[in-house]
């Protein structure tokens, strides 16, 4: 423990003074703020005076059950021994005392408690008419679709009045080139929450110019007065040099003045110093082609000086900056560019607005928008921001790096006033953030890490603020510790540089002494480009090797991208590794779904043959390549016609394709005669069910299908109908719900790790890039200078080369990216308790001895760590480190074609549920007959699912309780039956399973644990085609020392009916599946080898029927 650390922790609490906490990776965040909070609650009259606000709405809640947790504790008084646990107790105490007195109760609803959206709504909520939020409206996270119409709307306007020929101009500025314009504007519209202020000022241009060019001029002096302090004693005699060396040149000399006037000579001292590539010239490069002959003086001299320079990289960035610095010239092309734009924007928000109110839905930056409008400019404050004004005491805001520019300004509006109410006040308002600079990652969201830095310098919405620093980190290793201080040293620097989002290194203390686990430390391991197999190999052997040794470790491997993480799943698969993560792979691009899609497709467009030749090779169907070239062949016209192909099957195809083409055009016209005649959702899921759908999907599938028909309804109850971009948008950011294995290993964006820890991470294929910046339509930046903080903006104007302001900020941007690459390793690395494994691949260019990293990759920024970068060798692809590790394979298009087996299909007739049993491929007592009634269907589905619930439970009740009951009405919800007919399957299912759990056998079954198994799958081949079957209950019975097989069948006698009748009808139906299972069954590899025993079990009626052989 250090006395520093530990001042700034006890100064952070007391709730008469305002803070900027800086607190790094693992350095007990969250117990600093609630310890504040309860400080805080003590010396308000309201709970709700207090407001905490976090990003997320999972951060708002575990911070209120900790305040509530710990006035828990305080009351029955749990003993506490740790110091820090004492404060927290001591403060805790206090707040009951003070809440008895006022007669608080104190619960999770008292406390103001807020994520940033939630607050702004709120706020917009009380003025819903000068907020434009009024009526009811639904936040929605991905507003694309939403930015698309409100475009497309846009540049429709095009008529005759001004925003007609602003439009027009502005195609003609990119070549008429609609789809690109438009693209242009959608990525506007996602930034508008950035550019409100900007547009405001362009309505009096020759102002707005004004004001960049004194920003420019600003800007350009003190970046030259940098340079110039950088280089010192140094400054005079480069000048000389360089002046002899333009002589020698017959070019005029050089006068370096720190002055926006001089920029162009500064420029040629870059020029001379750096090289082409911006890097430090070599003393070989020193020569008389800039003015400096071999073997002379002047060169010498000239030399001195730049050797002991080339180790300042700060510098080098410097010197190169003044290459890209621009001139802003009056009437420049690009400037009109800007103004026509900003003349234009706020026509496109009108009809961005237009459309959020049409659907009823808006994006979360609408909502900040609406709460600064509702409190109205610094000028004239509303009546919300005068109440507010005596609502609102103290504020507390974590992760506050990841701020964004409006939210800035709304802090600014609620705060406004405070610094006058404080002067003399015995109770002072207080503000405090707590962040780190270093965890700044979202910039793709428009977080701003400056308005962390600027508040870190002492000052925020006008309140003087006092910086902390936390030291201690409680989380990882020392050997985790010891290397990312010294690597990220390196990387940040001492110093923050807010104009490029550049951000000091703080220094972290471990408080371990010794921590238990394997390989503690961060060790990175690069294979040469050829070897990309071998890293997946070294991964997924490292991992599973891990697994063996600390079966109880917790393992993530942090990916930047989707498509990263599906390498890693792939490579983990080839070992068995069991691992989870939404990122793994989209709902979109599951099989199952993209079939659905196909048949969704084809539905609204019978033309298009794309569908329909998918559908033709969707497992319904799933005719070969040559069945379909001889089914197309007596049809050459395009668009051809699905239904006339499928009807000539009979007289073109052979043998069961026959069957299968017929199959797949019953289904299709059973649809077509119901269209609009069934709700959209039922419609497609019906067609689905005839043609199969079910038969063909594993678990996760029907799973992934049931979202996709959650999106289907969604889309239907806004308006949308069938439409597959809305659906496969929607699905993109989906993914379907997966069990939980504690153990398994967690596979993750670096970004939604951040938060989390784990003992063990892997940071593959970190030299793998994404995109990179683009060229948007108009690009800004604001400038922190001596004097204020000014605006910097121009526009595309299509030209790359120039010196143009707009190429300027392009550079400045991808500065920015590189500085929060930097941070985004930083997040990755320092989840780690035990020890980080970092890895990627190298080449080596021709001539170059130093492996070359790509650039934009996580890779090329670990090696600008000069800790980092050291002895690292690459390792071939013949390098035995990976040996053991099967080779990854891809299945490709060669694999056998997926089909529902020919006895699955529907005969060539007109659909009849009496006359059409299809067996299912996957024969299971839930399976979906198209002879079945839906509501007995769902009602055995669900009780099948239930009674595995149950069984696989770590306890077995003995009743139908509240979370049995939970588990059947959600279940019954996700088939979508009318709520009458839901209300009847919900009690059907309670009264099923209340029945099996007061039953003597039902409760063997279920309770049965010596090799026991639920839903067990297993696949067999036969006639070359590929079943899968179900076990609904398997396990060894010690009394009877045999292993059973049950299927449960939630079938009951018919009336009139007796016991024995009814159980000879069923052992005629199901005793050859049975038999089926237990030959199955017996080809397995078991503990034990006994004789196997087969039942029906039904809970309805409490029997178990015994199926002998």
């Not at 939630?118 to 009811?136: D, K, N, T, V, Y």
Request: glycine letters at 6%.
């Amino acid at each position: 423990m250090t006395a520093t650390d530990q001042s700034a922790r006890d100064q952070a609490i007391d709730p008469t003074r305002s803070f900027c906490v800086s607190a790094p990776a693992g350095s007990g965040k969250t117990e600093l703020l609630t310890q504040r909070l309860l400080a805080l609650l003590t010396r308000v009259q309201r709970p709700e005076q207090v407001v905490a606000i976090t990003f997320t709405r999972k951060a708002a809640s575990e911070m209120a059950q900790r305040v509530l947790e710990k006035l828990e504790q305080a009351r029955i008084d749990t003993p506490v021994s740790a110091p820090h646990e004492r404060v927290t107790r001591q403060l805790a105490q206090g707040l009951l005392t003070h809440a008895a007195d006022l007669g608080w109760c104190l619960d999770e609803m008292s406390l103001n408690l807020r994520t940033i959206d939630s607050f702004c709504h709120e706020l917009a909520r009380q003025m819903p008419i000068l907020s434009g939020i009024g009526g009811a409206v639904e936040p929605v996270d991905d507003a694309q679709p939403l930015y698309e119409d409100a475009v497309r709307s846009f540049l429709l306007q095009a008529g005759n009045g001004p925003i007609g020929e602003g439009i027009r101009r502005l195609l003609l500025q990119f070549d008429n080139r609609w789809s690109k314009v438009s693209d242009l504007l959608v990525a506007l519209l996602q930034r508008r929450g950035d550019w409100g202020s900007v547009v405001g000022q362009h309505r009096d241009p020759s102002a707005a110019e004004f004001a960049i060019r004194r920003t420019l001029q600003e800007m350009t002096s003190q970046h030259l007065a940098g340079i110039a302090e950088s280089l010192g004693s140094q400054l005079g005699v480069l000048e000389q040099l360089v002046c002899d060396a333009r002589k020698n040149l017959d070019k005029p000399g050089v006068r370096l003045v720190p002055a926006e006037s001089n920029v162009q000579d500064w420029r040629e001292l870059a020029r001379t110093l750096l090289t082409k590539e911006h890097g430090w010239r070599k003393p070989g490069g020193v020569n008389k082609n800039l003015g400096f002959p071999a073997g002379s003086e002047l060169k010498s001299q000239f030399v001195s000086i730049l050797e002991p320079l080339s180790s300042d990289e700060r510098l080098r960035d410097a010197l190169a900056e003044t290459l890209f610095i621009p001139a802003h010239e009056p009437g420049d092309a690009a400037w009109d560019l800007v103004v026509l734009i900003s003349s234009l924007l706020p026509a496109l928000q009108a009809h961005l607005l237009v459309v959020f109110q049409e659907s009823g839905q808006v994006d979360h930056t609408h909502i900040t928008l609406a709460a600064l409008q509702a409190l109205g400019p610094d000028e004239q404050p509303t009546r919300l921001a005068e109440r507010l004004d005596y609502q609102i005491e103290h504020i507390l805001i974590d992760e506050f790096q990841d701020t964004s520019a409006s939210q800035a300004m709304l802090l600014e509006r609620i705060t406004r006033g405070w610094y006058e109410h404080n002067e003399g006040a015995a109770y002072p308002r207080t503000l405090f953030v707590v962040g780190d600079a270093m965890q700044s990652i979202y910039g793709f969201r428009d977080a701003d890490v400056s308005l962390f830095l600027q508040a870190r310098q002492g000052e925020l919405a006008g309140l003087p603020l006092e910086s902390l620093e936390l030291t201690r980190n409680f989380r990882s290793c020392a050997p985790v510790i010891d290397w990312v201080n010294k690597a990220f040293t390196s990387l940040f620097g001492s110093t923050d540089q807010p104009n490029y989002g550049r951000v000091s290194h703080v220094w972290a203390e471990c408080t371990q002494d010794e921590i238990d686990g394997a390989s503690p430390g961060v060790h990175v391991r690069l294979f040469e480009e050829s070897a990309e197999d071998a890293e997946a190999r070294y991964l997924a052997a490292k991992i599973a090797a891990l697994r063996d040794e600390i079966p109880e470790a917790s393992i993530a491997v942090l990916v930047r991208t989707r498509s990263h993480a599906k390498r890693v799943a792939r490579a983990l698969s080839t070992h068995r590794v069991p691992f989870i993560g939404d990122v793994v792979q989209a709902l979109s691009e599951n099989p199952a779904v993209r079939d659905l899609l196909a048949l969704t497709s084809w539905l609204i467009n019978p033309a298009d043959n794309v569908a329909a030749l998918a559908l033709l090779r969707t497992p319904w169907c799933g005719l070969g390549l040559n069945a379909i070239n001889q089914l197309l062949a007596p049809h050459p016209e395009r668009p051809f016609d699905l239904l006339a192909v499928l009807s000539d099957a009979s007289s073109v195809l052979t043998g069961n394709d026959v069957q299968r083409a017929q199959h797949l055009e019953i289904a299709l016209r059973w649809g077509l005669e119901r269209q609009d005649r069934l709700a959209l959702t039922v419609w497609l899921e019906q067609i689905w069910l005839r043609l199969g759908g079910p038969q063909c999907c594993q678990q996760a599938d029907l799973e992934a299908v049931q979202s996709l028909f959650v999106a289907v309804r969604a889309a239907d109850q806004a308006g949308v109908g069938l439409d597959v971009g809305w659906l496969e948008r929607h699905l993109q950011t989906s993914t379907a719900g997966q069990t939980i294995d504690p153990l398994a290993v967690r596979i993750l964006t670096m970004h939604k790790a951040k938060g989390l820890e784990f003992d063990y991470v892997f940071m593959p294929l970190l030299s793998k890039r994404t995109r990179g910046v683009q060229r948007d339509l108009i690009r800004w930046h604001w400038q922190h200078t001596a004097r204020a903080r000014g605006l910097l903006i121009a526009a595309n104007d299509g030209d790359s080369t120039s010196q143009s302001l707009y190429n300027y900020l392009n550079w400045l941007q991808k500065k920015k990216d590189h500085e929060e690459l930097k941070r985004l390793l930083y997040v990755g690395v320092t989840r780690a308790r035990v020890a980080a494994f970092l890895s990627g691949t190298l080449s080596r260019e021709s001539g170059e001895a130093v492996p070359v990293a790509p650039e934009g990759s996580l890779l090329n920024v670990l090696l600008g760590a000069e800790h980092a970068a050291q002895a690292l060798a690459l390792h071939p692809p013949s390098d035995d480190t990976a040996a053991g590790a099967p080779e990854l394979t891809v299945t490709g298009a060669s694999a056998s074609l997926r089909r529902l087996p020919t006895h699955s299909l529907a005969i060539p007739q007109p659909y009849d549920p009496a006359t059409n049993h299809g067996a299912a491929n996957a024969s299971h007592a839930g399976e979906i007959h198209r002879d079945s009634n839906r509501l007995e269907r769902v009602i055995g589905i669900v009780v099948h699912r239930v009674l595995e619930l149950l069984a696989n439970a770590p306890s077995l009740p003995t009743a139908c309780d509240d979370r049995v009951k939970g588990w059947i009405a959600s279940n019954v919800q996700f088939h979508w039956l009318p709520p009458a007919q839901a209300q009847a399957a919900i009690e059907a299912c309670q009264a099923l399973v209340s029945r099996a759990l007061s039953c003597e056998k039902g409760r063997w079954i279920l309770s049965a644990s010596s090799e026991a198994v639920s839903e067990m799958e297993i696949t067999n081949v036969v006639d070359s085609e590929v079943r899968r079957y179900v076990i609904d209950r398997t396990f060894y019975d010690e009394a009877s020392n045999a292993r059973w097989i049950v299927d449960f069948k939630t079938a009951m006698p018919a009336e009139g009916e007796s016991i024995e009748a009814f159980e000879e009808r069923e052992l005629a139906r199901y005793g050859a599946q049975l038999d089926n299972y237990a030959d199955l069954a017996s080809e397995l590899s078991w503990e034990r080898e006994v004789p196997i025993k087969k039942a029906l079990y039904y809970p309805g009626i409490q029997h178990l029927s015994i199926v002998s052989s």
